[in-house]
């Protein structure tokens, strides 16, 4: 994704790469290039000490990076209120591609609707975290949209599962996480009531998906100051 990133941004008319910072990097590079914006595609254990660095040195953040869970939501929500004034943006996105945005906000408009909905995610073995970033996010959403409906949690008569064969929870929401070689990025938003099923999918195909939601961030981060969750709050949807 590093690599994918920098590509896109020297092809971006209006934009311009200053740095690349690998691991073992020293990020100071980015404050003597004099970086306005930084990109994180790295690891859940390396994300937040960027994101400090960054928002410490008044660089703009647009983070990729997935396992990014409510404990780092609220140490990110800390960080910033160090310097309420600084007008530093941090975005957050789960998923940059505007097919997996979207689906998420059907997904969520959908579950209010139907008694079961459950959650099955599909990527390369290579991948550090489960269940994705985007899984999480979806089922949060889905979770809030049931309970401003007061819709119960799904049914389940699961009396016996020592080995997790039901999947995990996210809240109430069961999610399934598939690692398979050939895959890029999937996801499956099963729902169900009485004698129906609809079911939302996603396919990242490749990497090159992400990348147009990438430069929206880039390019719309100082005008959305402090955290945004979601790249949808900056498409207007
Ligand atoms: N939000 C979205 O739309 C998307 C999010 N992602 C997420 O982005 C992240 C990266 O994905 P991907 O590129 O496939 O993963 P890779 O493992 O291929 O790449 C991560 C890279 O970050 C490097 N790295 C680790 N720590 C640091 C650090 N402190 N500073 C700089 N670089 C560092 C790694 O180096 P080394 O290998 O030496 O450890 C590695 O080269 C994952 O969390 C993934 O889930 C991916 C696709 C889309
Ligand atoms: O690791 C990946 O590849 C991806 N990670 C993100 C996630 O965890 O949801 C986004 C996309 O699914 C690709």
Same mark, same amino acid.
């Given at each position: 994704? $590093? ?6 941004? !020297? ?8 740095? /690349?910072?690998?691991?073992g ?5 980015? &404050? %003597? ?22 928002? /410490? ?8 990076t997935?396992?990014? $869970?409510?404990?780092k ?8 209120? !160090? ?18 945005v979207?689906?998420m ?12 909905v459950e959650?099955v995610e *599909?990527?390369?073995p290579?991948?550090?975290?489960? @269940? ?5 996010r ?16 799904? @049914? ?10 039901? $999947? $995990?929870?996210?809240?109430? &929401? ?6 398979? /070689?050939g895959?890029?990025?999937?996801? !499956?938003? *099963?729902l169900?009531? &009485?004698?129906?099923? *609809? ?5 990242? *195909?490749?990497?090159a998906?992400?990348? @147009? ?6 390019? %719309?981060i ?8 979601g ?7």
């Amino acid at each position: 994704m $590093g690599r994918q990133v920098c590509e896109a941004v !020297e092809g971006a008319e209006g934009l311009e790469l200053v740095a /690349r910072i690998d691991v073992g990097q020293d990020p100071k590079l980015a &404050v %003597e290039a004099g970086a306005q914006v930084a990109v994180d595609f790295t690891s859940p254990d390396a994300v937040l000490g960027n994101l400090g660095f960054c928002v /410490r040195n008044g660089i703009h953040v647009v983070v990729g990076t997935s396992g990014f $869970g409510p404990d780092k939501i609220a140490e990110t929500q800390a960080l910033l209120a !160090e310097s309420p004034d600084s007008g530093v943006g941090v975005l957050v996105a789960p998923n940059f591609s505007l097919g997996a945005v979207l689906m998420m906000k059907f997904a969520a408009q959908a579950a209010p609707y139907f008694e079961s909905v459950e959650i099955v995610e *599909l990527h390369h073995p290579d991948k550090l975290d489960a @269940p994705s970033g985007t899984a999480r996010r979806t089922a949060e959403l889905i979770a809030e949209a049931r309970e401003a409906a007061g819709v119960a949690a799904s @049914p389940d008569a699961t009396e016996q599962d020592e080995d997790h064969h039901r $999947g $995990g929870k996210v809240g109430d &929401v069961t999610v399934h996480s598939v690692r398979l /070689r050939g895959l890029v990025a999937h996801q !499956e938003v *099963l729902l169900g009531g &009485v004698g129906e099923t *609809l079911t939302l999918r996603h396919d990242s *195909l490749d990497r090159a998906s992400f990348m @147009p939601g990438v430069l929206v961030g880039v390019r %719309e981060i100082a005008a959305h100051p402090g955290l945004t969750v979601g790249l949808e709050h900056y498409l207007s949807l």
